[in-house]
């Protein structure tokens, strides 16, 4: 018999509500370094010895196959050791849910796209791309008004799978094994996953991993978000249903357009589209076929879903705990 205490489904909703309430926890991470920053340093270290320019493709792909091997194994056997130490102990059982809550990004995320809106809002055109430089991988000098206020909301509705519920998902599966894996995974995709010349190769074991890891938690997401549209008195839980198994795999993305396609459904707008990366130009289709003239106010309105689609995860997190546990006391 597992002990309530350690039932996944009460860590898992111990860890979203302490990373709801405390957000990135900026005071201990001042101390000691954010294992995401870790999982950072250690791609970057095998980034630097393997993918050497006087290396060809095949072998650098070789190298970026093994990278992807070694780094995220090594996290799933570190989460599995975390977690053989935290097992059948209060003081174990904290550990685990403030890991759950260090690897989630619920706040930090609602944060870092509510200051793109009030940085649009009061600060103009200047201050909105320098706030969302933070959160998007494209280039903000490229940007207009409506064009940084649809990256701060494409940015929420990816995010949402990407540092929410697949955290949450793969954790639910494999426990702090899985959990540690998909950040490291999710960690080598953002740094290493780009079809730029310099990556393509070495990187394309990072980027199809990421993906296949995110299939399911993608399309959760945008489930989350049609469902927490309803709850908005703006929002537009049908159409955004319509157009997420209309447009999603529009996306250059095999899963972002999930989460994507919701959020434009729900909000009457139009996303994704043409944008710059560097020097690059990519000519991606729209998802939605709403307006595409984004303001700060449905920044606003994304995040009221945002908020909402958050709630109704942890609402089913817990439901499930107590069909559980009452079906066990029964």
């Not at 898992?12 to 920053?37: E, I, Q, S, T």
């Not at 950072?40 to 980034?47: H, K, S």
């Not at 399911?216 to 549209?229: E, K, M, T, Y």
């Amino acid at each position: 018999m597992i002990p309530v205490a350690a039932n996944p489904l009460l860590l898992l909703a111990a860890g979203l509500a302490v990373d709801a309430w405390f957000g990135d926890m900026p005071a201990l991470f001042a101390h000691v370094p954010h294992p995401v920053v870790l999982a950072g340093r250690a791609v970057a270290f095998f980034d630097r010895k393997l993918n050497r320019e006087i290396r060809g493709e095949a072998a650098r792909r070789v190298r970026g196959i093994l990278t992807v091997f070694v780094l995220v194994g090594g996290a799933a056997a570190l989460g599995l050791a975390i977690a053989s130490l935290c097992r059948s102990s209060a003081a174990g059982t904290a550990v685990e849910i403030l890991l759950i809550a260090i690897l989630v990004a619920q706040r930090s995320l609602f944060e870092h796209v509510a200051a793109v809106a009030r940085a649009l809002a009061g600060g103009g055109l200047s201050a909105g791309r320098d706030a969302v430089r933070h959160i998007v991988g494209r280039d903000p000098a490229s940007l207009d008004a409506y064009g940084v206020a649809r990256a701060a909301i494409e940015s929420l509705a990816e995010n949402f799978s990407d540092g929410v519920v697949a955290p949450a998902f793969w954790y639910l599966v494999l426990g702090l094994p899985g959990l540690f894996a998909y950040k490291m995974a999710n960690t080598l995709d953002s740094m290493i996953g780009h079809a730029t010349p310099h990556y393509r190769a070495f990187g394309w074991a990072a980027a199809r991993f990421d993906d296949l890891a995110n299939l399911v938690p993608a399309r959760l997401s945008g489930a989350l978000i049609a469902a927490a549209a309803a709850f908005s008195r703006s929002g537009r839980p049908a159409r955004a249903v319509i157009i997420m198994l209309r447009d999603a795999r529009k996306h250059r993305s095999p899963n972002a357009g999930w989460p994507e396609g919701a959020m434009a459904g729900a909000l009457g707008l139009a996303l994704a589209g043409p944008r710059r990366y560097g020097e690059v130009v990519v000519a991606d289709p729209w998802v939605g076929d709403g307006s595409a003239r984004a303001a700060p106010r449905d920044i606003d309105r994304a995040l009221v879903i945002y908020k909402d689609a958050c709630l109704i995860l942890w609402g089913l997190v817990i439901g499930a705990w107590l069909a559980g546990h009452l079906s066990f006391l029964a």
